[in-house]
């Protein structure tokens, strides 16, 4: 059942709560990543970054880390404000791959409480080179993937962001993750809204009606939903219609929406993002 809704021109088809939703993506039980609070951990701001003024700036960290294992040392500092997984930007075809690396090498020798995930940018030209590239990166972790208790998982599988969904199209996104998932075994794959709601305000032709971008930011997630695992959230300035993505993801009740888990950055000052304060003075209260 459904019906057909109509804003200023554009014509968008609304399923009911209860028509068969789509969805090409091998099935997996999301229950062991319910209470799951992630945070998007910058490459370029180590915990030991020198203070420094810059645009945006000043560009430095609530607290400075010295000595071996930083990451680890953060990641147990932010544990009391419930933080259950850090996850670096990694730029396929390969950059940031040491910060990814020494994430996880800090959290085995440490046992630190958080979950190191993976928020791929992919920028390769073709598929394949991009899939080569991911050998390249993932390779050397390849075991770590597998059955490593220090993995950020859902369903038992690692979890990727991906932050730019819009490069390529839905069902060429389907044979991207069936590709990596022939490698490395199955994965969950997030895909990031704002990127969404950018091409939504795009596609409504830079119209500032908020029907008209909504009905946009569905069509969108409607495409692409089939093709991924669920939703994740960079922080970015991007209006994001949410009541929309509450209203599509009731027909995707078995994939993941972690909502706005990485508008909070680790350690850094930044424009329009919300700061998980390390400082001293701001866990005394």
Request: charged share 25%; net charge neutral.
């Amino acid at each position: 059942m459904s019906k057909t809704m109509c804003f200023i021109g554009l014509s968008v088809t609304v399923f009911a709560a209860h028509a068969a939703a789509p969805d090409f993506r091998p099935p997996f039980d999301k229950s062991d990543y319910k209470g799951s609070v992630s945070v998007q951990a910058n490459p370029w701001f180590p915990l030991n970054k020198p203070a420094q003024n810059a645009y945006g700036g000043p560009n430095r960290t609530w607290k400075h880390y010295e000595g071996a294992n930083l990451w680890a040392q953060g990641m147990k500092d932010i544990e009391p404000y419930g933080v259950t997984g850090w996850v670096p930007e990694i730029n396929e075809p390969q950059a940031w791959t040491g910060c990814w690396y020494g994430m996880i090498d800090d959290a085995k020798k440490k046992e630190a409480p958080a979950k190191v995930g993976m928020f791929f940018g992919i920028y390769s030209k073709t598929m394949d080179e991009s899939v080569a590239a991911m050998k390249r990166v993932l390779g050397p972790r390849k075991e770590d993937l597998r059955s490593c208790s220090h993995i950020l998982r859902a369903g038992g599988h690692p979890v990727m962001v991906i932050y730019n969904p819009m490069k390529w199209k839905p069902e060429e996104w389907g044979e991207y993750f069936g590709r990596l998932d022939a490698e490395f075994g199955r994965m969950v794959y997030l895909m990031d809204v704002g990127s969404f709601a950018v091409a939504a305000a795009r596609r409504a032709g830079g119209h500032t009606d908020e029907a008209r971008v909504d009905a946009c930011f569905e069509q969108v997630l409607r495409e692409y939903l089939p093709y991924c695992d669920g939703l994740s959230s960079y922080g970015n300035g991007t209006r994001v219609p949410f009541k929309v993505i509450r209203k599509v993801m009731d027909e995707y009740p078995q994939k993941v929406y972690e909502g706005q888990a990485h508008f909070s950055y680790t350690n850094h000052f930044h424009m329009g993002g919300n700061e998980v304060h390390l400082s001293e003075d701001w866990r005394q209260h």
